[in-house]
């Protein structure tokens, strides 16, 4: 079996803790991973986050008005916006649920954009995205898992400095993910391994197209330079944010809706910034999983998107979500949501397993 199908399957993934992180190991083996889920939230960690994460942004916000008609105009917002959603679901649609995980199969034209919207949102080349987070579900809060929050233990002030690692300290990290070991499948793409040794140039073209487009709008240097701020600088430094929260807030604070052998959580008001991303418990338990929001009422742009790509004919082999796979996996009594394949009439009447709380929902 190769690394790429290892990576993928939830129920080999449990690789053991090493020995040579004596923090990790002592804290896996004092504490099995099942034990850390209904532990209370300390009020201090959940400042701690407040201050790192919700405060900056919400300054950011608290700038836009003051800057309002003078270094910010709609001209801004509208560019900004377009850029993030095609950066942002070029990792998610991309980068993410495409290409490390194989949710569903895509026609060239729709590979190609995928691997050019993904790089724009400048968290790395396709190849590193695609290795990093494949090593990141082979040992998933284990040893060995590049961004964990809780690498260096579980008392307040090694989750204080694991979240910040998880956040942004491991994209310092000197060692870089075996891209042979984890992605030979895009290794041996031409076309996909062009686009990632691209790299650079496609990072050009991130921070220039939104100035080149908002002075050709606005007909004014004024307009490019604050298209280059909004759309270009401040995009990517939101979106940069965005994902690193998956790695940090969504593997420590959240709800545990499925069961999992990670601390992966859900977290309900990331969804839409992360266009479904934040649903993190559900893509840990089901990892090929195409929806992550997959119960009813939460909302997952990116998979509603895949859903049209699906309709357009852009898309193909969509893996949806399994009721008959996920049931044994949910914790409470929450429903699926639409796109859920349901279980089969007649596996599910010979099953000896209790009724399942969960069915097919409307929306
Ligand atoms: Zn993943
Ligand atoms: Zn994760």
Redesign the pocket.
């Known amino acids: 079996m190769t690394a790429v199908s290892d990576v993928t399957n939830p129920s080999i993934t449990a690789t053991p803790a090493g020995a040579d992180d004596p923090a990790l190991t002592t804290s896996v083996r004092r504490a099995p991973l099942n034990d850390f889920r209904d532990e209370p939230k300390s009020t201090a960690a959940k400042v701690l986050i407040g201050v790192f994460v919700a405060v900056p942004m919400l300054a950011l916000a608290a700038a836009i008005p003051l800057a309002w008609g003078w270094g910010l105009g709609w001209h801004d917002v509208v560019i900004a916006l377009v850029f993030y959603y095609a950066s942002g679901l070029g990792i998610s649609m991309g980068f993410h649920r495409y290409f490390t995980h194989l949710s569903y199969k895509a026609k060239p034209g729709l590979r190609i954009a995928l691997a050019i919207a993904g790089s724009l949102a400048i968290e790395g080349p396709v190849l590193t995205w695609v290795a990093d987070h494949r090593r990141?579900?082979k040992y998933?809060d284990r040893e060995g898992d590049p961004h964990s929050p809780w690498r260096f233990g579980d008392d307040w002030r090694a989750l204080t400095k694991g979240l910040l690692w998880a956040h942004m300290g491991w994209l310092f990290d000197s060692n870089q993910t075996s891209r042979e070991k984890f992605c030979p499948d895009l290794l041996a793409d031409r076309k996909i391994a062009r686009i990632s040794a691209a790299f650079p140039a496609l990072v050009v073209v991130s921070l220039l197209a939104p100035a080149l487009i908002g002075g050709l709008w606005s007909w004014s240097w004024q307009g490019a330079v604050t298209a280059f701020f909004w759309a270009s600088l401040v995009r990517i430094a939101f979106l940069h944010h965005v994902t690193w929260s998956?790695?940090s807030i969504?593997?420590t604070f959240g709800k545990k809706e499925f069961e999992v052998r990670?601390k992966?959580r859900n977290v309900n008001w990331l969804a839409i910034l992360s266009f479904g991303e934040s649903w993190?418990n559900l893509?840990?338990a089901d990892p090929t999983c195409a929806r992550h929001g997959a119960l009813r009422g939460q909302i997952d742009i990116a998979a509603r998107l895949i859903w049209f790509a699906e309709k357009l004919g852009w898309a193909y082999d969509v893996r949806w979500p399994d009721e008959a796979r996920l049931a044994g996996k949910l914790t409470g009594k929450r429903r699926l949501g639409s796109m859920t394949m349901p279980r089969p009439v007649a596996a599910a009447s010979v099953s000896s397993e209790p009724i399942s709380p969960i069915s097919r929902g409307a929306a």
């Open positions: 990141h579900h998933s998956i790695n969504c593997h990670d992966s993190h893509h840990h």
